[in-house]
């Protein structure tokens, strides 16, 4: 492989294993390059140092990656209460819902509501903190409190108290808005 300091495109190795993670399919993408700046320079891993490949994200970077810890954290606390309303209310797997038990049902719901929202936004939290990691971390912990705020209303057993996490909507779109903007900075149209 060329180095990416030459200038030189290296030769299309489409088929070969080159012994560098990810070769195969990262040479393939780079046969189809149309110049020189697009493809991605390959190098072994032996000449790697893990930790530099870090060192291109942002110093703020660290806050994003602790609001996706701590969306988890929040997942985990919403997995338990429903593990504890099947205990309390005697509803076993697999059965999602109960007829019988709207209370378990509400808490079953608000985490599972969670978990459809979850892979969106871990995807704008990380994707929008590439370029705006203290306004991302900061929506996604707002994020992360409605949550808390929807599923303590929702548990109640009154559905229309899940409500009150309603401030989190603003800032999922925010998250997104972002995503929609590093997408746009990205291809030099903004």
């Not at 991605?40 to 490949?53: E, G, Y």
């Not at 559905?159 to 779109?173: E, M, S």
Request: proline content about 4%; overall charge positive; glycine content about 8%.
């Amino acid at each position: 492989m060329q180095s990416a300091v030459s200038g030189q495109r290296p030769e299309c190795s489409c088929n070969q294993s080159s012994g560098v993670t990810g070769a195969v399919f990262i040479s393939s993408l780079s046969c189809f390059a149309e110049s020189d700046q697009d493809f991605i320079v390959l190098i072994p891993n032996s000449q790697i140092d893990k930790m530099a490949v870090l060192s291109v994200l942002p110093k703020e970077y660290g806050c994003v990656i602790f609001t996706g810890v701590t969306s988890w954290v929040m997942l985990a606390y919403l997995g338990f209460k429903v593990k504890n309303a099947r205990k309390e209310y005697g509803v076993e797997y697999p059965a999602m819902y109960s007829d019988e038990h709207n209370v378990f049902n509400c808490v079953q719901r608000s985490h599972q509501n969670t978990l459809e929202y979850y892979p969106s936004f871990l995807f704008f939290l990380m994707v929008s903190g590439l370029r705006h990691p203290r306004a991302a971390s900061s929506l996604g912990c707002v994020w992360v409190l409605s949550r808390f705020v929807y599923a303590h209303g929702y548990s109640t057993g009154d559905p229309k108290k899940r409500n009150r996490g309603a401030f989190g909507v603003p800032a999922i779109l925010g998250l997104m808005g972002l995503t929609a903007y590093t997408a746009l900075a990205q291809l030099e149209v903004v």
